[in-house]
């Protein structure tokens, strides 16, 4: 068959758009090889920078037209390195955000302007070069996922920059716009990393509710992988920072139990024996309940509590069911520089001696049913004003259960039983009674059985 030599022609290679239209696609390879080092020539002459940034704009133009994407890629970065060599920063904002807002720029050619003029930000020529180049990268990232990376390292260097001035408020903001949780591009490692620096800023401006916030970002199952012991510690200090203010003793025994279990921490002595005391001190300051008494027990069996002088002891009185007296080592408890100092130290020291009074009348109602409340202040050493406000208070919590009987004096631990109460622990206790009759009547039977045998 004859087939015309139109049909025969090679079709020019085409690229589809955003839209799902096919463009034609242009090779100028050697236009761009011809007219990058005339720009080069240029921009070395005295005052020809502007001339060879003009030049590559009109063949940025070509090859954006002519989706020939390599060399549109080979044309904005020279452009933007020209204006690098130069020195001249202005002439580099201008430049990146004219190649950007540039008609239906391609997102290879936008990456690419970032990616090169985010490494000269550090070689700014002073701080106001330096802060105009990253605002102005910033402005180009906003809103564009494929450099979202890129947008959140430059918001660290903005936040850097506003917290040099001593400004924590706007560094402290600036963090905030970014919610870098959300963004795929970054490992867990840069993405924790980002997080701690917004905690600590807020934690900076005392701004403790938004602190608890953004630390609920943090899924700390991260930690249990191997490298991330750093940022454990470093985000275990800023949680103490957080609890602190807010005076939770579990929370805080918690955060510093984490940290002694860090291997970097157990395999410093130092480090391991200051977070072991931070943590028995605030767990004995933490109210009482499952998971303190846990926590507890825990630490009084813990190996590693002998090598630290006293703390083997107190563990030791607070694990069993005695009343405990002065002199047992609330000074030298107290003394640790994790109790902080000022009104902390007189905050602890007050919560300390709560804390053992509500201990010793745990005890005592676990061995008395009643007692007068001469007998129990004397026991507690309390006056009788101080012993009816801290019973008052354990009573509200429901830690223990009392009822005080202030004209005959008389406290009583036991609750009353009602008739059908009563009456069913009779019926218990007969069935046990019964139980052990039946059973040592079984034995004896038996034994004269193997008896008689003989």
């Known amino acids: 068959f004859f087939f015309p030599?139109?049909?025969?022609?090679?079709?020019?290679?085409k690229t589809m758009n955003s839209d799902g239209q096919f463009e034609e696609k242009r090779d100028l390879t050697e236009e761009t090889n011809q007219k990058i080092p005339q720009a080069e020539g240029l921009a070395k002459s005295a005052g020809g920078l502007g001339s060879a940034i003009e030049l590559l704009m009109g063949l940025e133009k070509q090859c954006r037209v002519g989706n020939d994407l390599p060399n549109l890629k080979r044309v904005?970065?020279?452009?933007?390195?020209?204006?690098?060599?130069?020195?001249?920063?202005?002439?580099?904002?201008?430049?990146?955000?004219?190649?950007?807002?540039?008609?239906?720029?391609?997102?290879?050619?936008?990456?690419?302007?970032?990616?090169?003029?985010?490494?000269?930000?550090?070689?700014?020529?002073?701080?106001?070069?330096?802060?105009?180049?990253?605002?102005?990268?910033?402005?180009?990232?906003?809103?564009?996922?494929?450099?979202?990376?890129?947008?959140?390292?430059?918001?660290?260097?903005?936040?850097?920059?506003?917290?040099?001035?001593?400004?924590?408020?706007?560094?402290?903001?600036?963090?905030?716009?970014?919610?870098?949780?959300?963004?795929?591009?970054?490992?867990?490692?840069?993405?924790?990393?980002?997080?701690?620096?917004?905690?600590?800023?807020?934690?900076?401006?005392?701004?403790?509710?938004r602190a608890h916030i953004v630390s609920q970002k943090v899924n700390r199952k991260v930690f249990l992988d191997e490298g991330y012991g750093e940022l454990k510690i470093r985000f275990f200090t800023l949680m103490v920072e957080y609890f602190r203010s807010q005076k939770d003793a579990f929370e805080l025994c918690s955060a510093y139990c984490e940290m002694y279990k860090t291997p970097s921490v157990q395999e410093d002595p130092a480090l391991w024996k200051e977070a072991l005391q931070a943590t028995v001190v605030f767990t004995l300051l933490a109210p009482h309940s499952p998971e303190q008494q846990t926590m507890l027990h825990k630490l009084a069996e813990d190996e590693k509590v002998e090598a630290v002088e006293g703390l083997k002891g107190v563990l030791k009185l607070w694990t069993r069911n005695e009343i405990i007296r002065e002199g047992w080592g609330a000074q030298e408890m107290l003394s640790l520089a994790v109790i902080g100092e000022g009104d902390m130290t007189a905050y602890w020291t007050d919560m300390m001696r709560t804390r053992v009074i509500q201990h010793n009348i745990r005890v005592v109602a676990g061995y008395y049913q009643r007692v007068t409340g001469t007998r129990l202040a004397e026991l507690l050493g309390l006056g009788a004003d101080d012993l009816e406000k801290h019973l008052s208070d354990m009573v509200s919590e429901g830690d223990v259960y009392a009822r005080i009987d202030r004209p005959n004096d008389l406290i009583r631990f036991a609750k009353d039983k009602g008739s059908e109460e009563v009456l069913s622990d009779w019926a218990s206790d007969i069935n046990k009674l019964l139980g052990l009759v039946e059973t040592t009547t079984h034995a004896i039977s038996k034994e004269m059985m193997v008896v008689g045998g003989k």
Request: hydrophobic residues 45%; negative net charge.
């Open 76 to 209: 904005v970065l020279r452009a933007v390195q020209l204006c690098k060599e130069a020195g001249d920063y202005e002439k580099l904002v201008e430049t990146c955000d004219f190649v950007v807002k540039r008609r239906s720029q391609k997102n290879a050619a936008v990456t690419e302007v970032v990616k090169e003029a985010i490494t000269y930000v550090e070689g700014a020529p002073d701080e106001d070069a330096k802060m105009k180049l990253v605002v102005c990268l910033r402005d180009i990232t906003d809103g564009r996922i494929y450099v979202e990376a890129q947008r959140a390292r430059l918001t660290l260097t903005l936040a850097a920059m506003h917290e040099a001035k001593g400004d924590i408020t706007n560094a402290a903001a600036v963090l905030q716009e970014v919610h870098v949780e959300t963004y795929g591009s970054l490992s867990k490692k840069e993405k924790l990393e980002f997080i701690l620096e917004q905690i600590r800023l807020v934690l900076a401006k005392k701004d403790w509710v």
């Open 5 to 13: 030599s139109r049909f025969l022609e090679a079709e020019p290679t």
